[in-house]
């Protein structure tokens, strides 16, 4: 059974640093694409960051110089540094990825379970 599980948030203050890490955990499977997205209260789930298997990355126009994802196949885990936080980017982040089972050839879409980020003072 695959897994994705996120580390890394907690509580900065504006204009501080957050690493966020997405683990894969199981066995049978390769990863394709990977992303991070966000959720705000009230508002609707965003588009953070993706990478696909070869390191192309794009990023949402409000992170673009601010946050860098990044990945390490070998460990199945994916990255997003985030600098510069503001007030705004405050919201509960979470890890997808396409992920294709061993024996199949259809990409499964997988969610981790979200770790928030408050950037406050």
């Known amino acids: 059974q695959v897994q994705l599980v996120e580390s890394g948030g907690g509580l900065v203050q504006p204009g501080g640093s957050l690493r966020l890490s997405c683990a894969a955990s199981g066995s049978g499977f390769s990863i394709n694409t990977m992303a991070w997205y966000r959720q705000a209260p009230g508002k609707q789930r965003e588009l953070v960051a993706g990478?696909?298997?070869?390191?192309?990355?794009t990023y949402t126009d409000s992170v673009k110089g601010r946050f860098t994802i990044s990945r390490d196949n070998a460990k199945k885990t994916m990255y997003l540094q985030m600098n510069s936080l503001k007030p705004e980017d405050t919201a509960n982040y979470y890890c997808?990825?396409?992920?294709?089972?061993?024996?199949?050839?259809?990409?499964?879409?997988?969610w981790g379970q979200g770790t928030q980020v408050t950037v406050s003072s």
């Open positions: 997808n990825a396409d992920i294709l089972l061993r024996g199949t050839l259809q990409l499964y879409d997988y």
């Open positions: 990478i696909n298997s070869g390191g192309s990355t």
